[in-house]
């Protein structure tokens, strides 16, 4: 999930976050998770542990939704169709719930390893 990234390098520029928002906004619609009802963190692969976790952490509500949501976009692809209007994901529905939490997953991975390989030494 620690994939470089230039997100941070450009909301730090107002100027340059300004012009790559329409740029932004245009992929997302072209992607078309959100005609299918899908939410972005729906799109994270679930192959590593560190996901795993996180699935488990997920609130029974929010887990539900989110498998709800799965097995309605694979139902519309199989049907070849879109969902209607009323049920497509808006940018105000689109939420990060998934990442915070692998965010969190992986700064308590680091902090384990960090004192896993602290080494301890007698003053002299």
């Known amino acids: 999930?620690?994939?470089?990234?230039?997100?941070?390098?450009?909301?730090a520029r107002p100027w340059l976050h300004k012009m790559m928002m329409p740029l932004a906004n245009w992929y997302t619609n072209a992607s078309g998770?959100?005609?299918l009802g899908l939410r972005a963190?729906?799109?994270i692969p679930e192959e590593s542990e560190t996901v795993l976790l996180a699935l488990k952490r997920l609130p029974p509500q929010e887990?539900?939704?989110?498998?709800?949501?799965?097995?309605?976009?694979?139902?519309?692809?199989?049907?070849?169709?879109?969902?209607p209007k009323a049920q497509?994901?808006?940018?105000?529905?689109?939420?990060?719930?998934l990442s915070p939490?692998?965010?969190e997953i992986e700064a308590e991975l680091k902090e384990r390893d960090d004192?896993?390989?602290?080494?301890i030494s007698k003053r002299k």
């Not at 999930?1 to 909301?11: C, E, F, R």
């Not at 004192?115 to 080494?119: E, T």
Request: glycine content about 0%; aromatic content about 8%; overall charge positive.
């Open 63 to 83: 887990a539900y939704d989110r498998v709800f949501r799965l097995r309605r976009a694979v139902q519309a692809s199989l049907a070849h169709q879109l969902l």
């Open 115 to 119: 004192l896993a390989s602290l080494s």
């Open 41 to 43: 963190d729906d799109l």
């Open 1 to 11: 999930m620690s994939q470089p990234s230039l997100a941070t390098a450009i909301k």
């Open 101 to 103: 939490i692998i965010k």
């Open 33 to 35: 998770y959100r005609k």
């Open 88 to 97: 497509q994901t808006t940018p105000e529905q689109d939420v990060k719930y």
